[in-house]
């Protein structure tokens, strides 16, 4: 594939390493300073890409989603902070005919643990005596708290389990890549699943197989969906 990377960041230069090592051509390499508004994302730029990876910052994903989309090429994008315009940006998707598929997390071990944490969800409903939380650890140049990941795992945890709101705890301290705790606690017993990324390197794996898989795809995608198709 040729794949173009909007962004310049430790992700996006993690992509590029990776999709490179896949055996993928890098046709386009486009960082923040070239891109204001959007406005380096053009149809003479990217007219031969099969997919975009967008990794940037969260006041300028829209612009770029945006823009990808007005141009017809797919796009995968992990950055966080914007999700309260995701309906604007899928309205867009679906008028245009593309293909978007956004995730704030691409580790394959963390969708495992989201899918075990809505069964665990499951089985707590309707008993008693059990407290939910969740704590995640990010290195301190993180700009979002709590971790679009966290937001998502607090959603699917309530849907499952409406009985209990399971508060975030953000801590931005370090270097940690990222990592994510359900603690549940009772009177006499705990239980805690967690998952640690050590190496952003993790999230540069799922992406790269998240844009191969949305090659030849039309509507809006999650990472979830890449992996598990319709699965519950």
């Not at 910052?57 to 990808?68: G, I, K, M």
């Not at 795992?153 to 975030?168: C, G, K, N, S």
């Not at 801590?171 to 190496?199: F, K, N």
């Not at 790269?208 to 995608?221: N, P, Q, T």
């Amino acid at each position: 594939m040729r794949l173009a990377i909007v962004g310049a960041g430790r992700m996006a230069r993690a992509v590029a390493e990776e999709a490179t090592s896949r055996g993928h051509e890098i046709a386009v390499r486009l960082g923040g300073s070239e891109n204001p508004d959007g406005h380096g994302i053009t149809r003479a730029r990217f007219h031969d890409v099969d997919a975009a990876l967008e990794f940037t910052r969260p006041e300028a994903a829209v612009a770029n989603l945006e823009q990808l989309i007005c141009i017809g090429v797919p796009v995968v994008t992990g950055t966080t902070g914007w999700q309260e315009q995701l309906p604007r940006v899928e309205a867009l998707v679906l008028e245009r005919n593309g293909a978007l598929l956004h995730a704030p997390n691409f580790s394959i071990g963390m969708q495992i643990f989201l899918h075990t944490a809505r069964d665990l969800g499951r089985r707590l409903r309707g008993r008693h005596g059990f407290d939910g939380s969740i704590v995640e650890r990010h290195h301190r140049g993180k700009l979002d708290a709590p971790s679009g990941t966290a937001l998502a795992l607090q959603t699917l945890l309530r849907e499952a389990d409406p009985d209990r709101d399971y508060p975030i705890t953000s801590v931005r301290s370090g270097w940690v890549p990222g990592s994510h705790a359900l603690e549940i606690d009772a009177a006499y017993e705990s239980l805690q699943v967690t998952h640690v990324a050590r190496d952003r390197a993790v999230f540069a794996v799922g992406a790269v197989l998240a844009a191969e898989w949305l090659i030849g795809r039309r509507g809006i995608f999650t990472f979830e969906q890449a992996l598990f198709g319709d699965e519950p």
